[in-house]
């Protein structure tokens, strides 16, 4: 088993997002570790089918989807009203009356602010990753 560490959801990027958005949909993620100047990346595998490379913070495929399933609602701040995260994209999980649920998440892009979101609404403030995702 590999040792694990929490991370702020507020701070998740890159892979440790992809992993916490699998943990969060409740997908069973793998990380095949870094070799030859390739980090390491998430996994997941459906039944019956080859592992697939998992991102759905960078991924509108995959990410995109999860938009609509989550009802995650997208505003682009402006550069003069960053997020408290500093960035300037923010989301939100909202209920199926539309109601926006906190916390929420913010981001560079939509797609991260959404994967955020997710997992803000799923762990709050903080989630468990495996240690070889951290940079």
């Given at each position: 088993m590999t040792d694990l560490i929490e991370v702020?959801?507020?701070d998740l990027a890159g892979e440790p997002l992809n992993w916490s958005v699998a943990i969060a949909m409740g997908l069973n993620p793998s990380v095949v570790?870094?070799?030859?100047?390739?980090?390491a990346r998430v996994?997941?595998?459906?039944?019956?089918?080859?592992?697939?490379?998992y991102k759905p913070c960078v991924d509108?495929?995959?990410?995109?989807?999860?938009?609509?399933k989550h009802h995650i609602q997208t505003s682009f701040n402006g550069k003069g009203f960053r997020t408290t995260?500093?960035?300037y994209w923010c989301a939100y999980v909202c209920s199926d009356t539309g109601k926006e649920q906190f916390p929420s998440g913010g981001g560079g892009t939509p797609l991260i602010a959404a994967?955020?979101?997710i997992v803000a609404a799923k762990f709050?403030?903080?989630?468990q990753m495996p240690k070889e995702l951290q940079p």
């Open positions: 702020k959801t507020a570790p870094a070799q030859y100047g390739v980090p996994f997941i595998q459906q039944e019956g089918m080859f592992p697939e490379r509108w495929a995959q990410g995109g989807p999860l938009i609509e995260s500093g960035e994967c955020r979101a709050v403030d903080s989630v």
